[in-house]
């Protein structure tokens, strides 16, 4: 998988990464030549969301006072390039937490993986605002449908940017191509303005002070396709969730 400025060419895809910030800004489709990026905007871009203060902090989200891009980035490395993928660490910082992202890109596999460990030490008092940590992904789908899966179906949802949980994914398409946001234990997701978010951790206060404190392991991938869910988005979310194990 070569690479030029950030530039990788796989059998599926060429993925264009900004290798300040580690954020996919071109992704396009080799089998129909969609780019799913919108013009100037990035896949898998950090941010915080910062939530006004609301007396039931664990069971309800807070009116956003501020949304803030985590801009502190300590280094952009290649700490993989082999004939199987390549992997993008990015190491980052915002207030007392730490962030290391890794970007899994293959050779000959239509998905992209990402695995985000975070040592997350925010917290919320009730009085100021509490930061929530979310991942965007601008996309370029016109007249987009908002699908999400839940326990033995899947339900079409409002893309008016409210919070609503999913279990193993949700799929935005057109119904002649789309984009699924594949999750491992990551539930709240919300779509507005052709931006997908994936909600991570919050800095919840009542009743547990320190919910998420400390070391965090989260996964999630992007899987483009023709069609619409139907296409094989089912069964790439249960890959994730119940990867093959392989034994020798």
Request: aromatic share 12%; with cysteine; hydrophobic share 35%.
């Amino acid at each position: 998988i070569p690479e030029n400025q950030g530039l990788f060419k796989t059998n599926w895809f060429d993925i264009q990464i900004d290798m300040k910030t580690g954020d996919i800004i071109g992704l396009k489709d080799k089998r129909t030549g969609k780019e799913y990026v919108t013009a100037g905007g990035r896949l898998n871009q950090l941010r915080i969301w910062m939530e006004a203060p609301n007396g039931m902090s664990a069971w309800s989200i807070g009116k956003t006072s501020e949304i803030i891009p985590i801009t502190d980035v300590e280094r952009v490395t290649i700490i993989e390039k082999g004939p199987v993928r390549a992997t993008v660490e990015v190491v980052k910082k915002w207030g007392r937490s730490r962030f290391i992202q890794r970007t899994y890109i293959y050779k000959d596999y239509p998905r992209i993986d990402f695995d985000l460990e975070v040592h997350w030490f925010e917290t919320g008092d009730g009085v100021h605002p509490a930061p929530f940590l979310k991942t965007t992904f601008d996309l370029a789908i016109d007249h987009p449908t908002f699908n999400c899966h839940v326990p033995f179906d899947v339900v079409s949802r409002p893309i008016n940017g409210q919070e609503v949980p999913a279990q193993q994914w949700v799929d935005i398409s057109d119904g002649v191509q789309g984009m699924a946001l594949l999750n491992r234990t990551k539930f709240g997701h919300s779509f507005e303005n052709g931006q997908l978010r994936l909600s991570l951790l919050r800095a919840s206060y009542y009743p547990d002070t320190y919910p998420n404190m400390g070391k965090n392991h989260i996964q999630y991938s992007l899987f483009p396709h023709s069609g619409d869910w139907k296409n094989g988005v089912w069964s790439e979310g249960e890959k994730l969730n119940v990867p093959i194990y392989a034994a020798e």
